[in-house]
């Protein structure tokens, strides 16, 4: 948490990273980056939740999804916001910004050579599969998941964590990689000050808060 020490009242810059979805025999997803100006007034405490990595036996903390058999974890988002909790919780409020985790590498079992999908920005990336593309997990976007994902939630497994999770990896007898998931922006940041741009972060997520002026 960062709360805003007296007399420092003024413009502070956020910048969030995502996290990497878990690596098979490709390389998981990157996480996405979001960065915006907001007005803080001295008192104030805003809450970092700060996305974990995936891997081939977790999703990664703030919404990756899970793994499942060869097919390895999302990459968690993340986010800052007025209250200390998950993205997938409802409770969250004063949603600031949100930077999406990156979706899971394929199975390499199943001939599973498929980056993941990267993590958003206004919509996370999808993943990877033959050359037809039927079998990936699609990225979250503004309004949706991607399959069996939700808000703040990647799909199971490897879905990437997001505003809205990204699709999952299908998985049984087929190959693909999961999508991303997407970022966020709200309408408390000062516009003309913002951005989001996919896959930028490798390993875990990171944050800053950065004071620019009064």
Do not use: F
């Amino acid at each position: 948490s960062y709360t805003v020490p007296s007399g420092c009242d003024g413009t502070y810059l956020l910048q969030v990273y995502g996290a990497q979805g878990g690596s098979g025999k490709g390389s998981g997803g990157s996480g996405g980056y979001s960065y915006g100006n907001v007005n803080l007034t001295s008192g104030q405490t805003i809450y970092v939740v700060v996305g974990g990595a995936g891997s081939p036996s977790g999703g990664g903390y703030n919404g990756g999804g899970n793994y499942r058999g060869g097919y390895p974890g999302g990459g968690g988002a993340t986010h800052i916001a007025s209250t200390n909790t998950l993205l997938s919780s409802t409770s969250v409020s004063n949603l600031y910004i949100v930077a999406g985790g990156g979706g899971g590498a394929g199975d390499p079992e199943q001939g599973g050579n498929h980056p993941g999908g990267s993590g958003g920005g206004t919509n996370g990336g999808a993943g990877t599969s033959d050359s037809s593309n039927r079998y990936r997990g699609v990225g979250g976007t503004q309004t949706s998941a991607g399959a069996n994902g939700s808000y703040g939630q990647g799909g199971y497994p490897g879905g990437g964590g997001g505003y809205y999770g990204g699709g999952s990896s299908p998985w049984g007898t087929v190959q693909g990689s999961a999508g991303g998931g997407s970022g966020y922006l709200s309408s408390y940041l000062i516009s003309g000050t913002t951005g989001m741009q996919n896959g930028k972060k490798t390993g875990a997520g990171a944050a800053y808060i950065t004071y620019v002026s009064p």
